[in-house]
């Protein structure tokens, strides 16, 4: 296949940025990579029309509409058209809650609903010199901060403009680490259009973070292969508090239409999933609010604390000394080798059973695993802030159950895929499927404890009206739940959870009945980032 698309400019990639194994020649301004030019090693694509991205029928409608008033909300507001605009889509994770910032793999696929940035750099001589960050919905207000890279975000005021910054931020340092040069920070003109909606475990924020990175280095003729900008975005969500693993960023950036993705980390790669033919998968707002970043202290950057403990104390049980094990080890990954060492002793290779020989399943306190460690749980995270806002936070720390998660998860994931691409008929591969999302949901509620009571309502409506597999999606602790369905039944499904889970909460007033649709539908894979210029 032969990938082709227009530059933003000439120039627009620096010579650090074209990986030099790949041929590429320049022909009317546009690049034809080589055929085998990796899709994680390609730059995010420009287009000069909106179908490229959004087929044709409604969507390609809807968002003609969103261009056109972001468009002319921009003019409105700084007398001037965007220069360019970037888009990144949500997401939801089919399998494999809570792994990758573990080093483990995922498989999300990205929604058709998205983050659009529009925006236009100003001029060296221009006298504004502000980062101005409007939104075409008026319940965000206008965020105004200076023009500077090196800025603190103010962790404590949380405002929804703090997620540009992180791109803004996370550009300026990659630049600098790279020795670009892209001339002195100027005004930013910028207008967001978003439609993932917020709190719903469908990456929202990462939406933001990745288009607003991709519209700041379109604005300064800079790109770069998408794997290398999917870690530069995941960078870029830590400086908003939350430590973010990858997912969310990698899937949002390297999605294609038609495809789940399995993705991998160190180094970020992705590989084509074909769902099965005949079904499909249903995405179910529980209507709790997860709001990631401002409960990162007890919820989010809890269990990565929890999963690194845990995997320091795997290390030093299985004959590493506590220092080493301290210094070396960050993840449960880095462990994996340790442990599936122990279980051969047993003949088997499930690390999970080191994990029942080693952990104990009732919480530990800090000084039960200070003595293990023979140091100070405030100095082994004494270079993490919000590691530090997490142990003033805990009072118990349950290692047994963090990582019995993660090591099955990590099974799962690869499982499902396992499953997909076997030689069953499609009525086996669907309900082998399923079975894996119903143990992975039992996991995150039981062991992970990241659900919730309104999520665990939602995933039995599900399975009770013929999901052949349901689940919480996301980081848990309100948002979606996703349904693998038959596609025959989408329908009567989507009604009956409407009449089951939803209409007490239209008739109490928490949503009203014309937004449904915003909170339950069906979806198939959609594709990734891109820019346009029109």
Known sequence: MIYIHTLLSPDIYHPLLIFKQHTTAIINQSFIHSSMAKHEDLPVPLYSKLDEVYGDGSQLEEAQLRISLLNSKFQQLFGHPPQIYARAPGRVNLIGEHIDYEGY????????QDTIVAIRKRDAGESEKFLTIANVNDK?????????????IDLKNHRWGHYFICGYK????????RGLDVGSPVGLDVMIDGTVPTGSGLSSSAAFVCSSTIAIMAAHNVNLPKKELAQLTCECERHIGTQSGGMDQAISIMAKTGFAELIDFNPIRATDVQLPAGSSFVIAHSLAESQKAVTAATNYNNRVVECRLASIVLGIKLGMEPEEAISKVKTLSDVEGLCVSFAGTRGSSDPTLAVKEYLKEEPYTAEEIEQITSKSLALIFADSASSLDVLKAAKHYKLFQRASHVYSEAKRVYAFKDAVSSNSNEEE??????????????????????SCPELEELVKVC???????????????????????????????????KEQFYDSRIESGIINKCDLGLYVFASKPSSGAAIFKF
């Open 170 to 177: 996370g550009f300026y340092e990659y630049a600098k680490s």
């Open 429 to 450: 591969k669907l309900k082998k499927l399923g079975d894996l999302m119903n143990e992975s949901h039992h996991s995150c509620s039981v062991l992970f404890e990241c």
């Open 463 to 497: 399975k009770d009206n013929g999901a052949l597999g349901a689940r919480l999606t996301g980081a848990g602790w309100g948002g979606c739940a996703v349904a693998l369905v038959k596609e025959n039944i989408v329908p009567q499904f989507i009604l009956n959870l």
């Open 140 to 152: 965000y207000t206008v965020c105004t901060y200076p023009v500077d890279p090196d800025q603190e």
């Open 105 to 112: 793999s995922v498989l999300p696929m990205a929604i058709r």
